[in-house]
């Protein structure tokens, strides 16, 4: 993990998801300069979540839209556009799971702790097991997201939006681009049924049919 995240990058795929690296420390700088220790935090975050990307040697367009999504969700932060477009956190919060969702599988598959499909696979589970598992990540994922928007509303900022109706509606958005986001993935592992066995570290298969 540690030489994938310091190799050059090689392709437009990888200088897309580079580039998109660049902007989050650029958005930090400008954080730092410009706005405040709270927004300078989120961008810090984000720019975390963009390296540990680069580490999983997945596919670069992926890993580009993943750091592009989180991007836009922080920025959107803030410059308040969660607060001027009453619609626009829908959209966002269903994007944003989707990518964290399927980011967070790469990353427990790579470490080994969850399984990657194959012939050794039984067919009913065969075809839930991706799905489900992304679909539970982004619904953790979206709590997590609401329990922040509660702790910022009551300790940092009081305009947050924040209440029944909001929340509800996020951890749906969540969830719905979560299983969207499983049922993909779980089409683009099965484009090749190899074993399930690694040929070299945990998440060996995962990565070779991904990036096929």
Same mark, same amino acid.
């Given at each position: 993990?540690?030489?994938?995240?310091?190799?050059?990058?090689?392709?437009?795929?990888?200088?897309?998801?580079?580039? &998109?690296?660049?902007?989050?420390?650029?958005?930090?700088?400008?954080?730092?300069?410009?706005?405040?220790p &709270?927004d300078?935090?989120?961008?810090?975050?984000?720019?975390?979540?963009?390296?540990?990307?680069?580490?999983?040697?997945i596919?670069?367009?992926? /890993?580009?839209?993943?750091?592009?999504?989180?991007?836009?969700?922080?920025?959107?932060?803030?410059?308040?556009?969660?607060?001027?477009?009453?619609?626009?956190?829908?959209?966002?919060?269903?994007?944003? =799971?989707a990518?964290?969702?399927?980011?967070?599988?790469?990353?427990?598959?790579?470490?080994?702790? &969850?399984?990657?499909?194959?012939?050794?696979? =039984?067919?009913?589970?065969?075809?839930?097991?991706?799905?489900?598992?992304?679909?539970?990540? %982004?619904l953790?994922?979206?709590?997590?997201? !609401?329990?922040? !928007?509660?702790?910022?509303?009551?300790?940092?900022?009081?305009?947050?939006?924040?209440?029944?109706? /909001?929340?509800?509606? /996020?951890?749906?958005?969540? %969830?719905? %681009?979560?299983l969207?986001?499983?049922?993909?993935?779980?089409?683009?592992?099965?484009? /090749?049924?190899?074993?399930?066995?690694?040929?070299?570290?945990?998440?060996?298969?995962?990565?070779?049919?991904?990036?096929?």
């Amino acid at each position: 993990m540690i030489d994938a995240l310091l190799r050059r990058p090689s392709g437009s795929g990888e200088f897309f998801a580079d580039a &998109v690296r660049l902007a989050c420390l650029f958005s930090l700088a400008a954080a730092l300069l410009w706005f405040g220790p &709270v927004d300078a935090a989120l961008f810090l975050l984000v720019l975390g979540g963009t390296l540990v990307s680069r580490s999983l040697e997945i596919p670069r367009l992926f /890993d580009g839209l993943y750091g592009l999504t989180l991007l836009a969700a922080a920025w959107s932060s803030v410059l308040d556009l969660y607060a001027r477009v009453s619609w626009w956190d829908i959209p966002v919060h269903f994007a944003a =799971t989707a990518v964290i969702a399927s980011m967070t599988y790469f990353l427990l598959a790579r470490l080994g702790v &969850v399984p990657v499909p194959g012939r050794r696979s =039984t067919p009913a589970a065969a075809r839930v097991a991706v799905p489900v598992l992304v679909l539970s990540l %982004g619904l953790a994922v979206s709590v997590l997201w !609401e329990l922040a !928007e509660w702790w910022g509303n009551s300790f940092v900022d009081a305009s947050i939006n924040v209440g029944y109706q /909001d929340t509800m509606g /996020d951890l749906a958005a969540g %969830g719905l %681009g979560a299983l969207l986001a499983g049922v993909v993935m779980d089409r683009m592992i099965r484009r /090749d049924p190899e074993p399930a066995v690694p040929a070299s570290g945990a998440g060996a298969p995962l990565q070779r049919r991904l990036n096929r």
